[in-house]
């Protein structure tokens, strides 16, 4: 498990993280969503152990990861920016990560070699972004990390790879129990990945949830009926195309559809909301900066 709590951050007077809480459950895909500048790349270099905590607390597995050399041997990390890496070639990093993580597999090296069809030899500086970010994912998959940290990962990557990489990574999930945290300003990115959500702005968490929580409680409901909708729901949104009525309803299903049968409706369908959806009618009215991640 990852918790922070109570983090607070600033640079030369600027707060860029307020006192910030946020729990990644041991095993979820966890996605940091935020606009640019919220903070997340601030948040993932105390996960990654590169900040000290000004107040608050970074624990992973129960212990502090700063200055905590094993802690950190357990945490692979693709930053957002790899141009430190830049100069050498994977075949370098590869023993310089070997070096540091003692999982590292050699066996899942080359296993991987046949999706990643990189040059070993090359310095990065030579690859492509994409190709770059590829490298990255390559190298941190092999050091069999417990936790997985991504920062904006899938910026530069055409479809087609990146959707092997989840691949990759899901089913290290599906099979060793990793913990992913990945961030993005981009909700849509991580719709199919993510079973937990944190949603950040302007240095604090907004809202953190489940997905199965956050689909628990709201649902999309397609209705035709002459009659009118019980006042006793809690309808976010009202849409209409011809006589079919769309709406968006807070509350609990089951008792959602019986209020429904009240209005015996022709047709009744409750249907779940995409996680897109979910963040516009929850969040729709807090922030203008909010709605425009999903954009
Ligand atoms: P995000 O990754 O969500 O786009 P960041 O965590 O990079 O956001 O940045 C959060 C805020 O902190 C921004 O306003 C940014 O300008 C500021 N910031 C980040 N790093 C530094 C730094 N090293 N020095 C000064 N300000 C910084
Ligand atoms: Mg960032």
């Known amino acids: 498990m990852i918790e922070v709590k109570n983090l607070t951050k600033r640079f030369d007077g600027f707060t860029a993280l307020n006192g910030l809480t946020m729990t990644v459950p041991t095993g979820s895909v966890y996605g940091l969503v935020g606009p640019n500048g919220a903070g997340k790349s601030t948040i993932i270099r105390h996960i990654t152990g590169v900040y000290r905590p000004d107040l608050g607390e970074v624990l992973i597995g129960g212990e502090p990861v700063f200055e905590n050399p094993p802690v950190k041997a357990r945490i692979a990390c693709i930053p957002d920016d790899l141009s430190c890496h830049a100069g050498a070639s994977i075949r370098e990093l590869k023993s310089f990560f070997k070096g540091l993580y003692p999982a590292f597999s050699d066996e899942r090296f080359t296993a991987l070699a046949d999706i990643f069809k990189l040059d070993q030899r090359q310095p990065l500086r030579r690859f492509s972004k994409g190709m770059q970010k590829q490298a990255a994912f390559w190298l941190a998959i092999c050091t069999q990390p417990d936790y997985l940290v991504l920062d904006e990962p899938v910026d530069g990557l055409d479809p087609v790879m990146r959707k092997q990489v989840w691949s990759v990574i899901?089913?290290?999930?599906?099979?060793?129990?990793?913990?992913?945290?990945?961030?993005?300003?981009?909700?849509?990115?991580?719709?199919?990945?993510?079973?937990?959500?944190?949603?950040?702005?302007?240095?604090?968490?907004?809202?953190?949830?489940?997905?199965?929580?956050?689909?628990?409680?709201?649902?999309?409901?397609?209705?035709?009926?002459?009659?009118?909708?019980?006042?006793?729901?809690?309808?976010?949104?009202?849409?209409?195309?011809?006589?079919?009525?769309?709406?968006i309803v807070r509350g609990d299903r089951r008792e959602i559809a019986g209020l429904l049968q009240q209005c015996n409706p022709l047709l009744c369908d409750l249907l779940p909301l995409s996680l897109e959806e979910i963040f516009i009618y929850e969040l729709g009215g807090v922030n203008y900066d909010v709605k425009n991640l999903v954009l």
Do not use: F
């Not at 961030?183 to 944190?198: A, K, P, T, Y």
């Not at 709201?218 to 011809?242: F, W």
């Open 170 to 247: 899901l089913e290290d999930v599906a099979t060793r129990g990793t913990t992913v945290l990945v961030s993005s300003h981009n909700l849509r990115e991580l719709e199919d990945v993510c079973d937990h959500v944190g949603v950040l702005h302007e240095g604090k968490m907004l809202l953190e949830r489940s997905l199965s929580d956050l689909q628990e409680n709201i649902v999309k409901v397609q209705l035709v009926t002459d009659r009118p909708i019980p006042p006793e729901l809690n309808v976010l949104h009202k849409s209409m195309t011809g006589r079919i009525q769309t709406l």
